[in-house]
T-cell receptor
Framework: GQSLEQPSEVTAVEGAIVQINCTYQTSGFYGLSWYQQHDGGAPTFLSYNGLDGLEETGRFSSFLSRSDSYGYLLLQELQMKDSASYFCAVRDHPTNAGKSTFGDGTTLTVKP | ETGVTQSPTHLIKTRGQQVTLRCSSQSGHNTVSWYQQALGQGPQFIFQYYREEENGRGNFPPRFSGLQFPNYSSELNVNALELDDSALYLC???????????FGQGTRLTVV
């Protein structure tokens, strides 16, 4: 089976940097994805790491260490609109983004 | 916004009833996955359809069933509804090796 651990809540101020960690225990691993979900909205894809290292997409970066079963999402220059839930998800098929196991999410609150 | 649309957006059903939820996938996407998201938790994989065939199933009982149509749209059917089935049901479409899954806004099901 799969299990993912991430902090339940994180609070930061506008303009700051925040890191959301994710550790996983899986029977199969083909990559770690990150999704953002605003209240009542659809999860939206942020980033994907199939190999070790850092992926950067604008203000968001994601890191993966497969040997440590660990990844993180880094959000820079925080804005109020970044207040949302963030989910890490393990992809358990090499070519299938639709089959993923999600963590329970981290609620990020950005304060002025 | 993604091109994935779900209907209805909200639904109230009585315990023991049956429900059908619908999803139109992103144009060109041949794979549709269904997830259940309980309040405060991450999405849980129910099952996936690829080219009209079930292509993997999570830990959900047989009263959760689905269909995919030739145009790749999909239905999720739940029989003998239970109170614990109350959740947000999300549909996600994907294509091949592209790492991103596109989610719809979901159907909020309440079982009373």
């Amino acid at each position: 089976g799969q299990s993912l651990e991430q902090p339940s809540e994180v609070t930061a101020v506008e303009g700051a940097i925040v890191q959301i960690n994710c550790t996983y225990q899986t029977s199969g691993f083909y990559g770690l994805s990150w999704y953002q979900q605003h209240d009542g909205g659809a999860p939206t894809f942020l980033s994907y790491n199939g190999l070790d290292g850092l992926e950067e997409t604008g203000r968001f970066s994601s890191f993966l260490s497969r040997s440590d079963s660990y990844g993180y999402l880094l959000l820079q220059e925080l804005q109020m609109k970044d207040s949302a839930s963030y989910f890490c998800a393990v992809r358990d098929h090499p070519t299938n983004a639709g089959k993923s196991t999600f963590g329970d999410g981290t609620t990020l609150t950005v304060k002025p | 916004e993604t091109g994935v649309t779900q209907s209805p957006t909200h639904l109230i059903k009585t315990r023991g009833q049956q429900v059908t939820l619908r999803c139109s996938s992103q144009s060109g996407h041949n794979t549709v996955s269904w997830y259940q998201q309980a309040l405060g938790q991450g999405p849980q994989f129910i099952f996936q359809y690829y080219r009209e065939e079930e292509n993997g199933r999570g830990n959900f009982p047989p009263r959760f069933s689905g269909l995919q149509f030739p145009n790749y749209s999909s239905e999720l059917n739940v029989n003998a509804l239970e109170l614990d089935d109350s959740a947000l049901y999300l549909c996600a479409s994907s294509l091949g090796t592209v790492p991103e899954a596109f989610f719809g806004q979901g159907t909020r099901l309440t079982v009373v």
